[in-house]
């Protein structure tokens, strides 16, 4: 039987082992292999971490064992021995996972510390005060971490010592001081556990060692794995390493550094230091470090060294460090290396800089920006230092990004007019519908009380660009008396100015600073090598011309959704459309569209004006006419009013429109089968609009997209209709346009029959949205309430509306697109829908050949970015 | 080239040839050939036709050349000539399209009459007024059927003539009036159609042909193909056949027999006749025909013959036959012979008979009965006489079949109330929800108002096996007042008796006497074939001792689908269930729910007596709890009394639990996500009702089934919850109990995974409902509003709620199935929802391998039938 190696030394580890040895292990080895100053040590790997959990949460023998080799070994490479008090061994003990989960496991420090030990070292060092302040401090974490007792019985004897001789900080403690409370935490620990503090360094590492296995699934460990996905079955590694000092002495100290800015990408070693520290007192602010602009003067040859071998660790791992080290009597020791967290800003900047410096390719470049962290870079954002000044009164769901401030008013209408006399606006709504978009898109920024991410409200404002913070549970509207309450008790009028935060979910009173968005520079640059690498392209979702012009300044390569419904809402429309609605008979419903088509027409004509000479894709009326009625009595009445109807007319019409599952009831083509003139006169309109441009010398090529088919026979009977009255306006104005025709797949059913579809389409866009709702059965409006529950219990690892589900609706994508190409080899095939933004859906669906993704206009960079680095990942060659 | 051939004589066809002759052409054809007496003539094909058509309505020049010929070898074979005046060929032209579609399309007599031909004529016949009789009458159907002219103004001319005359009847008319007549009615044809009537009987001829052609499209035709199914691009053939008189002289005659009896299926000859008569005659009850028996003794020898002739038919065609003959001075032809229709009763009576006689096989006989036809025979019915007493008061959708009667009420309190009093009670609503299922169960009938085929009332209904009359827009209820009001202006108050037909789709007013169902004799005796021949068991929808009782009276073979939450709805319970719904916390949920499980076992235990040895199939709670909640005013206020609380926690809940798409909203499985302890509860129940049992010596294997699952991960964590819950009962009695856990498949996802959800599944139960309305993404409560416009406009032809859709939905099982049996070989596969009783959609499923289906009680005969024709059409072995 072949021996499972459960332990590395530094010396046999490398980075590349970072699955069996973790991060920080696998990093240390390979500094350890390069010649850094490294303190001895060796890995206890993950697969013992499993094994550990496999075994009922017990230690095998063979690891205890191993690890005993393992400690022999150390004792013998650095000349000490465990529990010798002469010449002790005294090691940390730390997590390290495959994935950086800073300060989520446990770590024990001063470990081989005993009685004894501590008796006789305290003597030869002459550091009384030093020793037993280490000794105190690993009795207290061994107590808390292995043992898992509260560390406070400890502490509160600590304080109370100190306040009996009113000392002031722990620096007052003196030599007998120090061995008093030791001797005093010994007793705590008895009282605790019955037994006393062990006295064999081994048993206490074994038992710290299980104590950073158990960590693993300590609370704070899981919720962190949670929300950073990482999986639970991972497992952690434990560094065991030789103890250093950089609180020993004066010529003592430790320190953090980057080798590049963080924060701008700038070059050159960043970081700070503290003298007689160790490695917590840098970051806890109890003392103000020092740059490292000062080490340089202060101690240079260690400076120096240290500059070396940073710059020698950036060229090695080819990217920017954040390392630990600490200084022991002069003597540098390097104690952790990895690649530095950076903003989005500088990761580009550091990118683009390390490719012209030639450390890295441009595909390396492309792969190594998270497309997600470009959305920072394209919001306007608060000025940081002006945030600080106000409060917060309201905290939300991050549901649409960017910044944006102004008076609050609680209706559309409200906001609308604030916005028509010059106000700025941010509208404020228990939850929206469609109503309220018209108000959404003008207004400032959204704050709605109810919903989620996925609710209308944050849907809608992410597909508008619109600043959105969702689920404000911290406000109450009192529209009544024009009030708004928060939770911490303010009250503000309408009228009252705020700032609202998208990026983070926070809304301030008063007026915050901000600052604009740009792709210039390096940001522009890396895009451009983006796109020469992707082999699809990326369309914007986009109603207006001001979001095409977003769209256009983002790189977006077409429109490929454009939804004609949220054009009827605007005043003078709305009004024939209800006329529309509400008449009985077809001749009426055709002349109220009549009224409605030059506005139509006007607004294609100024899309594809915007786009020219690249592809305008505008999908036909999708929503349910009941959502174009107005709901509330008053409406009800003035419209009653305009029509010279009485308003029961106008509620009865309201009640029978109403449906039980609106979301699967007469909608998309639907509507078309039962209102053929509404279809008629879209195309029309968008026939005109294309000849009317031809006078112009822009020749432009509609797309027209059929929503919802689920069967061929409606989408003939739709498409038959659409041919015909293009053909009459064509005849009508003896003119030529070429135009293509084809349809969202978006029912599971259409998704099945697709390849028979193709046969009669130009092209495919799956509405990934819907097809997504119907292959689950989940309501996006209802599921909020019950998949709470499924995140919680791990159920779902996903939320599928966020990533696209890969086995189920995947499956009838790729099946989809098989059997569409095969029946039409030409056949243009894209993904509109939210996961045309998201990076990981775009990941999955690059490789099954689509031609487009098309999403908001603030998330076309992300998506041209995916598509570059799906396109290298899959080594395709760009076409 | 090789000519078309587009006419072929009675001696070339024979009865195989329909699709190209029609149903008639080739029956007369067959006859012909078998030596029976049938008048001379030839068939202008189906593809003839079609060419007409294809041709742009106009007749191609070869087929009017083939006419010309056939004519002309006509006028060869019996030695008369068209327009030869002493020797003149009259011809009938008649419709025969591959299906019978009696007296939807044009048929034209006496062709070949002409002035000169009527006046020789009538002068060497010596009968002048038949003669003209028959010229007049060729004048006007001419003008009806081939010109396009209304009847009105022939008819409205003879009347006159007679008023004038104080004629009393047509017998009236002599011979001078006769030819006045037809001088009339030639002026009355010019003044139409500015031209003189054809003489040219060849022109006549053609043009009668394209008429009959024409009438395959005409109004009455296309509907009565559209519901009775037959596809519009059949085209129909044309039959010319020598013209015989049964109305020539005393010696003349005509009638129709069946070679059985079509109303109780005894054998001998069965029909009617009149002497000095035209086929019409017979049928049209202005003499009163005399009966086979008569004919006997009146023309014995022409009633040997015929009975000989009519024995031959049956047997040559082996099945009952229903023929039209004449009697032209004693002589006797066959005009027409084809299957006879037949009720359901005679249908099996005739095939058990036909069995026994040696004439068909088992099997034969089996495929003969459509399955749908059976359900006439599983409900009560109204005896025909005494409903014919009482007036008709409403008509609406055939939506649950059968017969109830009772006092109306308009709540499902005051009708449970009237039941319990002993009254008889008819439930009559706008339209039902859950909340009205109990009521719906007890009552004898229900009516709704509102709804169609697939509302909740008639889906209910039909589970129930309850009469059911729904979308019976002739009523009104002033429930205030407790009033209904019909549409023809009668007005009943509550406590008034209806009948209801729930089998024709009508309410009458007053006690209708009632006949019960039995499956005895022939009946009993035919289904036991059925089942001999089965590859796939019948299992029932039930959910209640009651319905267990009738499913097995009907040969259930097992329970499917126990849908528990009906159970929930009795009085005592759904206190409780109400109660847990409204606690903020699950210890108080768990205290209401153990008050549940009691009736709950209860339950269970009745359900596994009544169906033991077999199988019973539960499937955990299901709906949104939403629906447990009342929703008026007044019992909110009465619940809050009960419970203690405020009627606004009560309307506060309720309106959390709202859903904008209940249908894809918080039910199913992902009510066990987020409220383990309902389905434990149930599973404890499920459990202790078999250990209970088992003290009878009574061992169930309850099949515990999880309802929407739509992923591996949640249908673990709730199967996981179950068999928990399920050891610790078992361990706490010391029990040991077998039990199985499936799931229904009625999400597309849940059919995409079936691979790996078959690992942990006992079996599958496909729930087609669920899973036809999310591939298509139709909302059975809404669709009813936007499917009509796709029926009218052939955009649907079958509705996929009905009949399973086999491209989409089909797709899907066909590959869960496979994909589920190659993970889990033993994997038990059912079809429980409406398909699970239609016959078209049980003959698709049934070859792709299911093990059962399951379908209300009132349905499992259709479904055993269904499942044995269709064994026997895809050759299986019986297993």
Redesign the interface.
């Known amino acids: 039987m072949i021996k499972n190696k459960y332990i590395y030394t530094f010396r046999e580890g490398n980075k590349d082992l970072k699955e069996l040895l973790g991060g920080k292990g696998a990093n240390l080895a390979e500094m350890t292999n390069l010649g850094l100053p490294v303190p001895e040590g060796f890995t206890i790997t993950t697969e013992a971490c499993k094994e550990y959990y496999n075994n009922h949460e017990t230690l095998p023998l063979e690891v205890e064992s191993q690890i005993y080799d393992a400690i022999s070994n150390l004792e013998e490479q650095i000349g000490k021995r465990f529990g010798d008090a002469r010449n002790p061994l005294l090691v940390s003990v730390r997590s390290g996972a495959r994935a950086s989960m800073p300060g989520m496991m446990d770590t024990i420090l001063n470990l081989g510390l005993n009685d004894e030990v501590a008796r006789v070292l305290a003597n030869t060092s002459n550091n009384v005060r030093f020793v037993y302040d280490s000794y105190r401090r690993l009795i207290m974490m061994y107590a808390n971490v292995v043992m898992g007792y509260d560390k406070d019985e400890f502490e509160k004897y600590l304080d109370d010592y100190k306040k009996e001789r009113k000392y002031e900080s722990d620096l007052d403690l003196d030599d007998e001081d120090m061995v008093n409370v030791t001797t005093a935490f010994k007793r705590i620990y008895k009282n605790l556990s019955g037994k006393d503090f062990p006295q064999e360094p081994k048993r206490q590492l074994v038992e710290a060692v299980k104590a950073v296995f158990r960590s693993w699934n300590n609370k704070r460990a899981v919720y962190y794995r949670k929300i950073n996905d990482i999986p639970d079955d991972w497992g952690t590694a434990v560094n065991v390493e030789r103890m250093v000092y950089g609180n020993l002495s004066t010529k003592s100290g430790t320190g953090v550094a980057f080798t590049r800015n963080p924060s701008t990408g700038e070059k050159g070693l960043f970081g700070e230091y503290l003298m007689e520290a160790q490695g917590e007192d840098v970051v806890s602010g109890a003392r103000t470090p020092k740059t490292m602009d000062v080490l340089k003067e202060e101690m240079p040859s260690v400076y120096k060294e240290f500059y070396n071998l940073a710059m020698k660790l950036e060229n090695h791992y080819k990217d920017m460090q954040d390392m630990e080290f600490t200084i022991e009597e002069g003597k540098l020791f390097m104690l952790q290396t990895r690649i530095g967290k950076r903003t989005s800003k500088a990761a580009i900047k550091i990118a683009v800089d390390q490719v012209k410096e030639g450390l890295i390719t441009k595909e390396e470049a492309i792969l190594r920006i998270k497309p997600e962290d470009l959305s920072g870079l394209l919001h306007k954002t608060f000025n940081e230092e002006d945030a600080k000044k106000h409060t917060i009164i309201g905290r939300g769901l991050k549901a649409s990004p960017g910044a944006g401030k102004g008076s609050i008013y609680f209706s559309a209408k409200d906001a609308i007019e604030a916005k028509n006399r010059g106000e700025n606006a941010v509208l404020i709504r228990l939850e929206t519908s469609a109503e309220d978009v018209e108000g959404m898109h003008v207004c400032d920024a959204l704050v709605t009380i109810r919903g989620g991410m996925t609710s209308h409200a944050a849907v809608v404002a992410r597909g508008l660009g619109a600043t959105c913070v969702a689920g404000c549970q911290d406000f109450q509207i009192d529209a009544l008396n024009g009030k708004l309450h928060t939770k911490m008790g303010e009250t503000l009028s309408v009228g009252d100015v705020v700032s609202v935060d998208g990026t983070n979910g926070i809304i301030y009173k008063g007026d915050v600073a901000m600052e604009d968005p740009e792709i210039t520079g390096e940001f522009a640059e890396f895009m451009r090598w983006a796109d020469a690498e992707s082999n699809a392209k990326v369309y914007a979702n986009a109603d207006t011309e001001k979001d095409a012009t977003i769209a256009r300044k983002f790189g977006a390569k077409g429109i490929g959704l454009v939804r004609t419904e949220h054009m009827f809402f605007e005043k003078e429309r709305i009004f024939f459309f209800r006329l529309m609605i509400l008449s009985g008979d077809k001749e009426t419903r055709k002349k109220a569209l009549e009224r409605i088509l030059p506005y139509q027409q006007g607004d294609f004509e100024k899309l594809f004006k915007v786009m020219y000479p690249d592809t305008v894709t505008i999908r036909l009326l999708d929503p349910p006419l009941h959502e174009f009625l107005p709901k509330k009595g008053e409406e009800t009445n003035n419209l009653a009013n305009i029509l010279h109807v009485s308003a029961k007319v106008i509620e009865d019409k309201v009640d029978s429109l109403k ?8 909608r998309g083509l ?1 509507l078309a ?2 209102y053929p003139e509404i279809y008629e006169m879209q195309a029309e309109a968008i026939i005109k609009a294309a000849i009317n441009l031809k006078k112009e010398n822009i020749n432009v090529v509609p797309k027209i997209m059929i929503p ?1 088919t ?2 061929m ?2 989408y003939m ?1 739709v498409k038959d209709l659409i041919v015909k009255k293009i053909n009459e306006v064509l005849t009508a104005s003896n003119e030529k346009i070429k135009y293509q025709i084809g349809t969202m797949i ?4 259409s998704a ?2 697709a390849g028979v579809i193709a046969n009669e389409a130009d092209f495919f866009s799956f509405g990934t949205n ?1 097809l997504t ?7 996006r ?3 909020e ?2 998949l709470k ?2 995140f919680d ?4 690892k996903d939320d599928p509306f966020i990533h696209i ?1 890969e ?3 995947g ?2 994508i790729r099946m989809a697109i098989a059997n569409g190409r095969k029946t039409n080899k030409e056949l243009e095939i894209g993904v509109c829908g939210e996961h045309g933004g998201d990076a990981k859906s775009i990941t999955f669906l690059n490789p099954l050949g689509i031609n487009y993704v098309s999403c908001s206009p603030y998330r076309v960079p992300i998506a041209r970015l995916t598509l570059a680095q799906a396109a290298i990942k899959s080594g395709a060659k760009k076409n």
Do not use: K, W
């Open positions: 449906e039980i599952n609106p979301m699967m009831g007469q639907r089968v039962n919802l689920s069967s026979y409606e009977f978006e029912t599971p059913r099945l029959i819907d709702q119907m292959t689950y059965g989940f309501s409006d209802d599921s309430a019950f529950a499924y219990n791990n159920i779902l589900d086995y189920g609706v499956y009838l």
